[in-house]
């Protein structure tokens, strides 16, 4: 796949979330996944359509995944505080939460951007 390709699917994939169709956009997002599978930010964006489409337990699994491969994003942990939230599991979410303010906090801010 070229940039051109990839970058009109993950541009489809964004409108199908802004417009209140997560299960097209995860659609989008898992041929991605599938098709890249080093890229991370497809599991991602997966993740996220998994999020909005009300499949926690399979946005969970994939967050998990990403945080056993490495990925400690600040973007992560938010999706995964929401997930758990949303299955109700309190605490967890609250520890998800802690750890998305912390890499927030880690991460490095744009010139001029407020802290």
């Known amino acids: 796949m070229n940039p051109d390709q990839?970058?009109?699917?993950?541009?489809?994939?964004?409108?199908?979330?802004?417009?209140?169709?997560?299960?097209?956009?995860e659609t989008v997002f898992a041929a991605?996944?599938?098709?890249?599978?080093?890229?991370?930010?497809?599991?991602?964006?997966?993740?996220?359509?998994?999020?909005?489409g009300g499949k926690h337990e399979e946005a969970l699994a994939r967050l998990d995944r990403l945080l056993e491969a490495g990925d400690i994003s600040a973007a992560v942990h938010l999706l995964r505080g929401q997930a758990l939230a949303r299955l109700g599991r309190g605490p967890e979410a609250?520890?998800?939460?802690?750890?998305?303010?912390?890499?927030?906090?880690?991460?490095?801010?744009?010139?001029?951007?407020?802290?």
Request: glycine fraction near 4%; charge should be positive.
């Open 6 to 25: 990839r970058e009109l699917l993950e541009l489809l994939g964004f409108v199908f979330l802004q417009n209140a169709r997560p299960e097209k956009a």
């Open 32 to 52: 991605l996944a599938a098709l890249e599978p080093r890229n991370t930010r497809h599991s991602l964006r997966l993740a996220l359509s998994q999020v909005r």
């Open 94 to 115: 609250e520890r998800a939460l802690r750890a998305y303010v912390a890499a927030r906090a880690a991460e490095p801010q744009p010139e001029g951007a407020a802290p």
